[in-house]
């Protein structure tokens, strides 16, 4: 268990609708990092925030979008969505800004889109 | 951006067998990682590197940073049926905060 929570695990939903994913990061980590894992792909980094605050940005699409919340949680909003966008989205975390070494990997969500 | 490639796409092998893989980049990155991902899970880190030049062993892994900073390689001596998952190398540069994943290798161990 690395401490890192995502919901939901599946979810299933149409083209066009909007999903939101929610991830709590590890008891005292400040930065959380979204990544996309499609079938037999890599991790694709999206976006990281540190604090509240958005740090990098990856590929990420104009239809997705993030946020930290003051208690750290983050949720990453899917809209418009695309048979394209169905996938494995990781959360991940670490306590520093700058990932100097590991970062804690949830379950992920798994995102299908018909 | 900085691109990771990642080889081999897979490898089948027998128990016992020793591996090897690598990851190459056409950037300098100051931290190499290498992640295993199993199935239905999240990737967890098994080694770092943070020297160029560093080699390092955990248990029957054994990676290294490369001298140009541009590549790392992962060996995992007498491999067993759970060695079996994705193996990702990833690269982290100072002048961003954000860590790139290769494309992963895909291990079968038969045994």
């Known amino acids: 268990d690395s401490g890192v929570t995502q919901t939901p695990k599946h979810l299933i939903t149409a083209t066009g609708q909007r999903v939101t994913l929610r991830c709590s990061p590890r008891s005292g980590d400040l930065s959380v990092y979204w990544y996309q894992q499609s079938l037999d792909q890599g991790l694709q980094f999206l976006i990281q925030?540190?604090?509240?605050?958005?740090?990098a940005k990856g590929n990420i699409l104009e239809r997705f979008s993030a946020q930290q919340f003051p208690d750290l949680h983050s949720e990453l909003n899917l809209s418009s969505l695309e048979l394209g966008d169905s996938a494995l989205y990781f959360c991940?975390?670490?306590?520093?800004?700058?990932?100097?070494?590991?970062?804690?990997f949830g379950e992920g969500s798994r995102l299908t889109v018909l | 951006g900085q691109q990771l490639n990642q080889s081999p796409q897979s490898m089948f092998i027998q128990e016992g067998e020793d591996v090897s893989m690598n990851c190459t980049s056409s950037?300098?990155?100051?931290?190499w990682l290498w992640y295993k991902q199993d199935p239905g899970e999240g990737p967890v880190l098994l080694i770092a590197?943070?020297?160029?030049?560093e080699l390092t062993s955990n248990g029957r892994l054994t990676a290294q940073f490369g001298i140009t900073r541009k590549d790392s390689f992962l060996n995992i001596s007498a491999s067993i049926p759970s060695d079996v998952g994705i193996y990702f190398c990833a690269g982290q540069m100072y002048v961003n905060n954000d860590m790139r994943f290769g494309a992963g290798t895909r291990l079968t161990v038969k045994p």
């Open positions: 925030y540190y604090n509240g605050e958005e740090r």
């Open positions: 991940a975390s670490s306590l520093q800004d700058r990932p100097t070494g590991e970062l804690f």
């Open positions: 590197l943070y020297k160029a030049g």
């Open positions: 950037s300098i990155f100051n931290t």
